[in-house]
């Protein structure tokens, strides 16, 4: 059997005074750094450094970044850590075009304002601008642009501030899927159909339908656009029960009748 090395007590005592000094450094080193951070901490808060320095603004499209700015009462060189934020964006969702704010701290002194509006419902053809309108009815006269984008339906003849904000709603409702396929948006009110629409769709064809229940109304149209023939122009009336006018039947319909009264006018004359 081989022989087996001891270790005596005496020469492992340097090896344990080494470890515990290397612990004990450890130690040492970890207070020191608490210490230094608490003191660079209160540093930090009882110097300008904790002052906020910039306000930065961002998802704002039509809202105007100053305005953001007066309605959150925030300011530079107010104390970072002391502005409420959550009044301030309470403050801030209060305009008309912020749906939703928020703010944040960004260390060391900066706060950053994040603004979701509502969105962009259509364009309402005045003159010769065009005024966008928001999901809450809400009119942008001062955003008014010469030449609208694709990204939203042009309304026509809308005259009555009531009978639109009702339509916007109803327009807020429809799906995306539908709202994208729509051109125009004309009103063409009569006696006895105050509400009636026409609409001019991107695939070229024409709907007749109402404001009440629009979207409603308007939900099964994917569907029955590819039941109709894209070749065959007419209207697709969108209601209870939705049917589509072929211009051909009409065409034939009229010839119909201009012969029977030239073959009844015939019979007159014998």
């Given at each position: 059997m081989a022989d087996r090395k001891v270790v005596t007590?005496?020469?492992?005592?340097?090896?344990?005074?080494?470890?515990?000094?290397?612990?004990?450094?450890?130690?040492?080193?970890?207070?020191?750094?608490?210490?230094?951070?608490?003191?660079?901490?209160?540093?930090?808060?009882?110097?300008?450094?904790?002052?906020?320095?910039?306000?930065?603004?961002?998802?704002?499209?039509?809202?105007?970044?100053?305005?953001?700015?007066?309605?959150?009462s925030i300011q530079e060189n107010d104390h970072l850590w002391n502005a409420d934020l959550e009044e301030a964006a309470a403050r801030i969702e209060t305009l008309p075009t912020v749906e939703q704010a928020e703010l944040t701290r960004n260390w060391p002194n900066t706060v950053t304002i994040t603004i979701v509006e509502d969105s962009l419902m259509a364009f309402l053809r005045q003159g010769d601008r065009y005024v966008p309108i928001l999901s809450n009815g809400q009119l942008l006269t001062d955003e008014a642009v010469q030449?609208?984008?694709?990204?939203?339906?042009?309304?026509?003849?809308?005259e009555d501030v009531d009978i639109l904000r009702e339509f916007t709603a109803e327009l807020a409702e429809t799906g995306d899927g539908i709202v994208n396929r729509i051109s125009e948006i004309h009103h063409i009110p009569?006696?006895?159909?105050?509400?009636?629409?026409?609409?001019?769709?991107?695939?070229?064809?024409?709907?007749?339908t109402e404001i009440a229940d629009f979207a409603e109304a308007m939900e099964p149209y994917p569907a029955l656009v590819n039941e109709i023939d894209p070749e065959e122009a007419g209207v697709l009336h969108m209601g209870m029960s939705p049917y589509f006018e072929s211009y051909e039947d009409d065409?034939?319909?009229?010839?119909q009748g201009e012969q029977g009264v030239e073959e009844g006018g015939g019979s007159i004359e014998e």
């Open positions: 007590i005496e020469d492992r005592i340097p090896t344990l005074k080494e470890q515990r000094k290397k612990r004990a450094n450890r130690r040492l080193i970890l207070y020191l750094s608490i210490f230094f951070l608490l003191i660079l901490t209160v540093v930090y808060f009882q110097s300008p450094l904790s002052h906020i320095s910039q306000i930065n603004v961002e998802g704002n499209e039509f809202a105007d970044s100053n305005e953001v700015l007066q309605y959150s030449h609208p984008s694709s990204e939203a339906p042009v309304l026509y003849n809308w009569s006696e006895d159909k105050p509400f009636a629409l026409e609409l001019v769709m991107n695939d070229g064809l024409m709907v007749h065409e034939e319909n009229e010839e």
